[in-house]
């Protein structure tokens, strides 16, 4: 049925927005479908010509669409997959995986944001989507690169960059009692740049497709700076800042359990120094600090509280030799305390760190053939060490087609409530194995993009929770397996569109039984569609996500629908050169659906549902 309706979507010309392509903002400005990317080989290279699964939010697509948290930007991007509570303060428990996998680094302008193996959202980018200028998705095992837990992936959320003086104020309010106020403002002159940015967002209940009401509330405050100094024309130090700050209430489960209320305070601070040492290398130096704090109580007296203070340091040397090899020489460094107190157990103070040392070599063989190999020796305080190689092979048939295979190892190491605390086992193994994938690249002509993948990925003592003692354990095996296909066309200078759909296979196999699907919580398929129109005045952007088969082989109390369809419409009327206004419609067709699940055969309705209809209307001013 998937494929059917699939192929419907390709030879109709009524199609919806969505994508990963840079659309022109002037009438008259050239389009294109091939943006430079940095994530895949951590150099300036055209996403038709990495040799990966990429994909791009761009800037424009986030003003249009008005995304409230950097999941709703992700949940329309293939093969990422969402299980969120969806519920105010349960962000950091939200579940993000790419290809089905949890281990996925987030990176801010190229630098990790979550501990190791902790795939959770990081909270500074909530609310400041506005000072984002793309977000870059690479799906597949980028270990070498980018070290533990990059099994799954990589994303890596690209602030603007100050190119001038700019000062935006957008007001906005919706269904849910919801209230958003957002300002930025930059300026440049010959050596100094800055940025500030102010948000604040106030929710209330909700109510999901079937009109229940879900009690919560939310009142969160982002802030955030970058000022930056080019020493010379070669050199240049950047300082930013990026704080959230918010109190929050929620039900644990709408049918069962209690009120949760509590604080979620984090701060980033980044010093960043960048040196051109002549026309063929450069060197990047960066030092972060990281402190996340959650406290979070239940009316019927639970505690979790949790303080991360992380310090990360890493440097980057890009050097060009002749015309044929590029060489990518790094290292980091990354500490973590932790503090926490779940309540059911005395509270504990730990420390974590980690050493790293990588190399890359991209090699043009011939004018058609490119080899990209590296290696990466890892260090852990507990989990030991490791080296983890990859090897890509990429091969350009003509200028519009071209073809890889890719082989890369992992190594995931446990993070600290896996070693510490109530459910901890001190003799957990972390995560090692491999990755394939093979994919291919065709230009139909300059405005019709055609991408395919599929890959393999094998787990050795995958971790998970053992319920049955209550601790976390090493599961024997874990395979994931699967494809996808992406078509990009632009039509004319207003309309273009965007197709993608996903195929994902799950078995992880504990004392020689076989579960799949992530216990039933992710999806065999889905399809993510879309079209996009824009004139000089209108720009209008409807989404689709289509999810079938999540829950099967589960009973059908499990979730409120195991196939279902949410569509998001965005729709921005520039009234001048200066305003702006806007109407977001998300889950237009009001579904009642979840991503996940607390049912059993007792409870069978504990379904932690998504809401319903929503809208937000609001204006912007530029000057």
């Known amino acids: 049925m998937v494929k059917v309706v699939l ?5 109709s010309s009524n ?40 994909n791009v939010i761009t800037k424009e697509q986030i003003e249009r669409q008005h995304y409230e948290s950097l999941q709703d930007a992700l949940r329309d991007v293939p093969g990422v997959q969402i299980l969120d509570y969806g519920r105010s303060g349960y962000e950091m428990s ?25 795939a959770t959202f990081p909270a500074t980018v909530f609310s400041a989507l506005d000072n984002v200028e793309k977000i870059e998705v690479l799906k597949g095992t980028a270990s070498t690169l980018y070290g533990s837990d990059a099994k799954g992936g990589v994303i890596n959320i690209i602030t603007r960059k100050i190119d001038g003086q700019h000062t935006k104020f957008s007001a906005a309010v919706g269904t849910a009692s919801r209230e958003q106020y957002k300002f930025l403002n930059e300026g440049r002159n010959d050596r100094w740049g800055y940025n500030v940015y102010a948000n604040k967002q106030i929710m209330g209940n909700l109510k999901d497709g079937d009109g229940k009401t879900i009690p919560q509330s939310l009142n969160a405050e982002t802030f955030g700076f970058k000022i930056t100094n080019d020493i010379s024309k070669k050199a240049n130090i950047t300082l930013s800042y990026d704080a959230y700050k918010s109190d929050f209430m929620y039900l644990d489960n709408f049918y069962g359990g209690g009120i949760f209320k509590g604080k979620h305070d984090t701060s980033d601070w980044t010093i960043r120094y960048e040196h051109e040492i002549d026309k063929t290398s450069n060197n990047q130096f960066v030092i972060k600090r990281f402190e996340r704090d959650v406290d979070r109580r239940g009316e019927f007296g639970s505690i979790y509280k949790n303080n991360v203070k992380s310090i990360i340091i890493s440097d980057q040397y890009t050097k060009q030799i002749g015309d044929n090899n590029t060489i990518v020489f790094g290292g980091e460094y990354n500490t973590h305390d932790v503090y926490y ?4 157990s005395a509270a504990s103070s730990e420390s974590l760190n980690s050493k790293a040392l990588y190399l890359q070599d991209s090699w043009n063989i011939t004018d058609a053939l490119l080899l990209t190999s590296g290696i990466r020796y890892d260090n852990h305080s507990l989990a030991g060490d490791k080296w983890t190689p990859k090897f890509n092979l990429g091969y350009t048939f003509s200028d519009r087609t071209n073809a890889y295979i890719s082989y890369g190892k992992f190594f995931v190491t446990p993070v600290y409530y896996n070693y510490f605390g109530t459910y901890a086992n001190p003799n957990i193994k972390p995560e090692t194995g491999n990755t394939i994938e093979l994919g291919i690249n065709h230009k139909f002509d300059d405005n019709f993009n055609f991408t395919a993948h599929v890959y393999k990925t094998e787990t050795d003592n995958k971790i998970g929770y053992d319920s049955s003692i209550k601790k976390y354990v090493n599961i024997a095996k874990e395979k994931l397996t699967g494809w996808d296909m992406q078509l990009t066309k632009t039509f004319t200078k207003e309309f273009n569109m965007f197709v993608g759909y996903t195929h994902l296979n799950v078995e992880q196999t504990q004392d020689g039984i076989t579960t799949y699907m992530n216990g039933g919580y992710l999806p065999k398929d889905s399809i993510n569609i879309g079209v996009n129109y824009t004139n000089e005045k209108l720009d209008v952007g409807l989404v689709g996500r289509g999810i079938f088969g999540k829950g099967e082989d589960k009973p059908d109390y499990m979730f409120p629908c195991k196939n279902y369809w949410v569509v998001d419409l965005g729709i921005n009327y520039k009234v001048n050169k200066n305003i702006k206004t806007f109407v977001k419609v998300n889950n237009l067709f009001d579904k009642l659906y979840s991503e996940q699940s607390g049912s059993s055969a007792v409870e069978p309705t504990r379904w932690y549902t998504r809401e319903g209809r929503n809208f937000l209307v609001g204006m912007e001013y530029n000057f």
Request: aromatic share 4%; proline share 4%.
């Open 15 to 54: 199609v919806i927005w969505g994508g990963t392509l840079v659309h022109a903002e002037e009438p008259n400005q050239a389009f294109t479908l091939d943006p430079m990317v940095v994530t895949a080989t951590r150099t300036p290279i055209e996403s038709f010509k990495t040799n990966a699964n990429v």
């Open 341 to 344: 107190n779940t309540g059911s």
């Open 94 to 118: 939200s579940a993000l995986r790419i290809n089905g996998s949890e281990s996925v680094v987030v990176l801010i302008d190229g630098v990790r944001v979550n501990q190791a193996n902790v």
């Open 7 to 11: 192929m419907g979507l390709l030879t």
